[in-house]
Each structure stands twice: as C-alpha cells, then as structure tokens.
C-alpha cells in the first residue's frame, strides 16, 4: 500500500468516526412528483457527501503535491504545536485543537537545561495548518549573547509530526524577541534586539529568512530604547507587521506604535515602511501580538496583588491608537508563597498565538487554553514540570 493510499483510509476512516449514525435517516424512493419540485436530501447525507469531496480534494493534493488550502476564515485550525521540556529533552507536540490530545511528537536536537546556560524556545505557524517552526534560543555564558537555532516541521492532515529540518541561520548572537511565519510557510520573520556594552545601548533589527534558499533581508527598526516585537504576516505575504516596544532605564515597557513593513522581491529593491504613532503609550502589557489584518493587538497584563496572589488578564486593544476595546480573559490565584506568584506571572502570563482570521486565540493567563470570539477554554500545554507553554497554530 503506497503512503497516499495510507492515508486516505486514515481520512475516510476518520471521517467515518465523525458522522452521527443516529441523525441519518434511511432513503426511500422519492414518490412521483410534479415537474419543478426539487428532491430533499438528508442533512446527514449531504455531510457524508460533502466529506468524501473533502477527501478526494485531499488526494488530489497529495498526488499532485499542492499544499493544502489556507483553513477558511474564522475556522479553528485542526491543529496546534506546543513545545515543553521532559528533564533535558525538548519535545514538540503536535495535538488537536478540539482536546489538546496528542497526535504526533518530535525530539527538538537542542539541551533544553543545563547548569551554565538557560534555554527558551517559541513556535510559530502557517496559515494553512501544516507549517510550523520552532526556534530555540539558548544564552547565559556572556550577557547579552544568544545562539539562536531553527528548525522546520510539517505536519500531515492525520496530525503526525513530520522530521525536523534545521534551517541555516545566525542570529549574529542578538536576542530574538518574536518569530512568525508566512502564510505559505516558506519565510520566517524574526525579532532581534542587539546589546552593545554597556552605556551605548542597543538596536533591533527584523530579518527575512527564505527557508528554501536560506536567502536573508534584514530591516533596522531603531536603535536603544525601541524595539520590534511579534511580527504578524499580512495575507499577501508580502507585508510585516509589528508592535514597537520602548523601554526605560529601570526596565519598564511600554508599546508606543505599530510598523509596517512591506518586503521586497528581493534584497537590493528599496525598502518601505509606515508607523502608526499611539498618542499615549500602552503600559502595564507585558506580551502582545498583531491579530486579524493588523488593526487590532490582544496584551497580557499580569500583576502580584496582596500576599500570595496574582491576577492574569488578556486584553484586546486598537492597533491604530492602542485603546482598550474589551477584556477577554481575567483569572486570579493563590500560590504557596509570593516568590510562587511572581514566578507565575513571569512565566505563565502570555499571548501565544492567533488563527489567521484574529478570531481563534491561544494564551496563557496562568492556565494554557484558547479563545473563541471571547470564550475560553483550557486545553493541554506543556509537560507537568514546565510551566511555560510555547505553542502556535
């Protein structure tokens, strides 16, 4: 049996498992009619009917190599990747949106802990639910040097994890400050903030990596105390997106403006960008990202109250003048101590990842879910030793 035919019993055989055999109702032969009459099928029929197309449209793609169509606007993606730790291994989970079940694993090559260096990592997504990558950054012997590396999964439509390809690239040992990946999957964008010594301050950079030819464009944001953050990738696969952090001497944050920059063809065209100034700042947000086409940022604002509590919430906020529109999530807890709290609201206080529509959100307000049009729901994140869940869909 060839790998196409495999799995396309996998398909049927899932499809199968989906249709509710209560709700279909057995077919008669229609009774004579009068001519203009249209014939009813049953709802349950036409589902069928309409998961076999799914399938032979499936096939097609596999025989003929297309990639699969981007998820339909406003559709929950069929699958997210979260990576998490088990001891000094590092995993990436694939695992299904519904449940957070797993479908498929995959050992990331990297030292997720050691005693001289610490270890993060992020994922990011394409649109089209397939293309995933994950970056592991990895710093601690000098300060302010950080050894990037990259790597590339894809993910078939039963959910398991393809290998891992490493993706040639040198961060120049910048810190990296966000990833994303282009809708096709084939370009990432990474967020860079270069330290110099100290007392000369800073830079950020957002660099364009071609993931088939390893061909590299790297656009300068702004020197110390401005930085890039998330990148989000417009539709056209041709503009980039991002929030512009400012940071004071004593380690404040604040978001003063989005940019936009459009990439060109190729590294010797001219370069294009826009900036939308914020009258006011946005403070007290620790995480954001770009949502939908870019006119809104969802936030995470953490914070220790009296004791040992701490109160999570996400935020969804205007992208053109950085005002609050709604708050969608806000969870408090009581933790052993209030060096538990703070531990909590460093690590476990975050926006993660948003569908291509800006409808369907992953995030973590101390416990690791989704967001549906302002429903949360929790789902499994990481291993029960990690606190933090990186994860993207």
Same mark, same amino acid.
């Given at each position: 049996?060839?790998?196409?035919?495999?799995?396309?019993?996998?398909?049927?055989?899932?499809?199968?498992?989906?249709?509710?055999?209560?709700?279909?109702?057995?077919?008669?032969?229609?009774?004579?009619?009068?001519?203009g009459?249209?014939?009813l099928?049953?709802?349950?029929?036409?589902t069928?009917?309409?998961?076999v197309?799914?399938?032979?449209?499936l096939?097609?793609?596999?025989?003929?190599?297309?990639?699969?169509?981007?998820?339909?606007?406003?559709?929950?993606?069929?699958?997210?990747?979260?990576?998490?730790?088990?001891?000094?291994?590092?995993?990436?989970?694939v695992?299904?949106?519904?449940?957070?079940?797993?479908?498929?694993?995959?050992?990331?090559?990297?030292?997720?802990? !050691?005693?001289?260096?610490?270890?993060?990592w992020?994922?990011?997504a394409?649109?089209d639910?397939?293309?995933?990558?994950?970056?592991?950054?990895?710093?601690?012997?000098?300060?302010?040097?950080?050894?990037?590396?990259?790597?590339?999964l894809?993910?078939?439509?039963?959910?398991?994890?393809?290998?891992l390809?490493?993706?040639?690239?040198?961060?120049?040992?910048?810190?990296?400050?966000?990833?994303?990946?282009?809708?096709?999957?084939?370009?990432?964008?990474?967020?860079l903030?270069?330290?110099?010594?100290?007392?000369?301050?800073?830079?950020s950079?957002?660099?364009v990596?071609?993931?088939?030819?390893?061909?590299?464009q790297?656009?300068?944001v702004?020197? !110390?105390?401005?930085?890039?953050?998330?990148?989000?990738?417009?539709?056209?696969?041709?503009?980039?997106?991002?929030?512009?952090?400012?940071?004071?001497?004593?380690?404040?944050?604040?978001?003063?403006s989005?940019?936009?920059?459009?990439?060109?063809?190729?590294?010797?065209?001219?370069?294009?960008?826009?900036?939308?100034?914020?009258?006011?700042?946005v403070?007290?947000?620790?995480?954001?990202?770009?949502?939908?086409?870019g006119t809104?940022?969802?936030?995470?604002?953490?914070?220790?109250?009296?004791? !040992?509590?701490?109160?999570?919430?996400? +935020?969804? +906020?205007?992208?053109?003048?950085?005002?609050?529109?709604?708050?969608?999530?806000?969870q408090?807890?009581?933790?052993?101590?209030r060096?538990a709290?703070?531990?909590?609201?460093?690590?476990?206080?975050?926006?993660?990842?948003?569908?291509?529509?800006?409808?369907?959100?992953?995030?973590?307000?101390f416990?690791?879910?989704?967001?549906?049009d302002?429903?949360?729901?929790?789902?499994?994140?990481?291993?029960?030793?990690?606190?933090?869940a990186?994860?993207?869909?």
């Amino acid at each position: 049996m060839t790998a196409v035919e495999q799995r396309l019993r996998e398909e049927l055989r899932r499809v199968a498992d989906q249709v509710d055999q209560a709700a279909l109702r057995p077919l008669h032969a229609p009774a004579r009619r009068r001519a203009g009459r249209r014939w009813l099928i049953p709802a349950g029929a036409v589902t069928a009917l309409g998961a076999v197309a799914a399938v032979i449209l499936l096939l097609t793609s596999l025989t003929t190599g297309a990639k699969p169509a981007p998820p339909s606007s406003g559709s929950v993606p069929r699958y997210y990747v979260s990576a998490s730790d088990t001891g000094p291994q590092l995993y990436a989970y694939v695992r299904a949106s519904a449940d957070g079940r797993v479908t498929g694993r995959v050992l990331v090559p990297v030292a997720a802990f !050691n005693s001289r260096t610490l270890t993060t990592w992020w994922v990011a997504a394409a649109a089209d639910d397939r293309h995933f990558v994950i970056t592991t950054s990895t710093g601690g012997d000098l300060p302010g040097v950080q050894e990037v590396a990259v790597f590339r999964l894809a993910v078939s439509a039963s959910g398991q994890a393809g290998r891992l390809t490493k993706v040639r690239f040198d961060n120049r040992g910048d810190t990296m400050t966000g990833l994303a990946l282009s809708p096709d999957g084939g370009s990432l964008a990474v967020s860079l903030n270069r330290e110099f010594p100290p007392g000369r301050g800073s830079s950020s950079s957002v660099d364009v990596i071609d993931l088939a030819t390893g061909a590299l464009q790297s656009f300068s944001v702004g020197a !110390n105390p401005y930085s890039a953050g998330v990148p989000l990738w417009g539709s056209d696969g041709r503009t980039l997106m991002f929030p512009v952090w400012y940071t004071t001497t004593s380690g404040a944050r604040s978001i003063t403006s989005v940019e936009t920059i459009h990439v060109p063809a190729s590294a010797e065209a001219g370069q294009s960008f826009q900036e939308t100034l914020f009258s006011t700042p946005v403070r007290g947000i620790s995480t954001a990202i770009l949502i939908g086409d870019g006119t809104h940022l969802v936030g995470s604002s953490c914070a220790t109250g009296q004791g !040992n509590t701490a109160t999570a919430s996400i +935020l969804e +906020l205007s992208a053109t003048d950085g005002r609050m529109v709604r708050v969608l999530r806000t969870q408090s807890a009581r933790f052993p101590s209030r060096d538990a709290a703070q531990q909590a609201v460093a690590m476990t206080c975050s926006v993660l990842s948003a569908d291509p529509s800006g409808r369907h959100l992953l995030t973590q307000a101390f416990t690791f879910g989704r967001i549906d049009d302002g429903a949360f729901r929790a789902l499994p994140g990481a291993s029960a030793d990690d606190l933090y869940a990186a994860a993207a869909w």
